[in-house]
């Protein structure tokens, strides 16, 4: 019965992460389509450094959530592991 319960707690944890993860991804997606709005040069005034400043950002926002996925994947059990790699 111990292990059936385990797989079943996997599993609604599964549907949770999927669920919340989905809708926040999307929620990226749109605000991405918003900001593609402000392209339109009739409305707005920006310059190329503007451009590359907001996707500079954007860009290290992404790479740091990944870096924690990442991390969080690469976590060992027990004590852990020495290394001077960050």
């Known amino acids: 019965m111990q292990i059936k319960y385990s797989i079943m707690e996997e599993s609604s944890k599964r549907k949770r992460f999927t669920k919340v993860a989905t809708n926040r991804v999307q929620k990226i997606i749109n605000y991405l389509d918003l900001l593609q ?27 740091d959530a ?17 290394s001077f790699n960050k």
């Not at 451009?51 to 790479?63: L, P, S």
């Not at 990944?66 to 020495?82: D, I, R």
């Open 66 to 82: 990944k870096a924690v996925y990442t991390n969080e994947l690469n976590k060992t059990t027990g004590k852990g592991s020495f």
């Open 37 to 63: 709005n402000c392209s339109n040069r009739n409305n707005y005034e920006y310059d190329e450094e503007d451009v590359n400043h907001m996707f500079d950002e954007i860009t290290k926002a992404i790479r």
